[in-house]
């Protein structure tokens, strides 16, 4: 199994043009939301203790999951960084102003093809397309920068 720094090296590697990282800044953010919303609107047929389950919290608890293995410090940032996601997705229904589902499409694709405009500048394909776990690894390479900055080891 490789290890997280291996993991962040390999997915740096396609990741070195400078408007390529500014896209990823923006896009890898909006596309973990998207997909949380997109999750949470699909809402399973039990609730626990009186609260409604979707599919959108047993994925963050699976991908938390799977940082903590990578990492004993890195799986905090994203755990926030989720939990936000899962709140604002619940602000969002409750306004009711459009559906999170439709919303979060809509995010999904326009993130998408800035990510793969930003691939096109820097001349390299997409990390995920040798491995899919490379999805995951996104979010994580973004916060091991902001816990660079802070002084926190990943």
Known sequence: MKT????????????????????????????????????????LPFAVAGFTVNVAEIAVLIAILYYFSLSRTLWIGLLLYAGVCLVLCQLIEKANILPLWMLCTGLFIVAWIGQFYGHNVEGKKPSFLKDIQFLLIGPAWL?????KKMGIGI
């Open 4 to 43: 997280i720094q291996q993991w962040l090296d390999e997915y740096g590697e396609s990741h070195q043009d400078h408007t390529n990282k500014t896209i990823h800044w923006i896009c890898v953010p909006i596309i973990f939301f998207s997909l949380i919303g997109l999750l949470f609107s699909i809402k």
């Open 143 to 147: 916060m091991s920068f902001i816990y």
